[in-house]
Nanobody, 124 residues
Framework: QVTLVESGGGLVQAGDSLRLSCKAY????????MDWFRQAPGKEREFVAS????????LLADSVKDRFTISKDARKDTVYLEMNSLKPEDTAVYYC?????????????????WGKGTLVTVSS
């Protein structure tokens, strides 16, 4: 069992930056990939970023790849999402997820564990 706890969300203005954190607890040694997804009001959940938990590879959605960065600190069992130049359309609940399957992925169906999410609101 792996428990994921997100933090760092909040209300910011367009153009601001924000860093989200996802702390993992439990059997973290089973994790191979950790992702960030987001869900805006009235929309489906969408992929944002993916990182190999035991490697260095990352993958970002086209909509954020020039503004967001995903990273990890394995010593702290924590994954980060650094978000710069935020736009109102980035407003969403951001979810952290973990997968025991190898390989970066955009698919929520490959995730075994999910956090409860943290709300990011970007005002114009």
């Amino acid at each position: 069992q792996v428990t994921l706890v997100e933090s760092g969300g909040g209300l910011v203005q367009a153009g601001d930056s924000l860093r989200l954190s996802c702390k993992a607890y439990g059997r973290i040694f089973t994790t191979r990939v950790m992702d960030w997804f987001r869900q805006a009001p009235g929309k489906e959940r969408e992929f944002v970023a993916s990182i190999e938990y035991t490697g260095d590879s990352t993958l970002l959605a086209d909509s954020v790849k020039d503004r967001f960065t995903i990273s990890k600190d394995a010593r702290k069992d924590t994954v980060y999402l650094e978000m710069n130049s935020l736009k109102p359309e980035d407003t969403a609940v951001y979810y952290c997820a973990a997968s025991s399957l190898s390989g970066l992925t955009t698919l929520s169906s490959r995730m075994n564990y999910w956090g409860k999410g943290t709300l990011v609101t970007v005002s114009s």
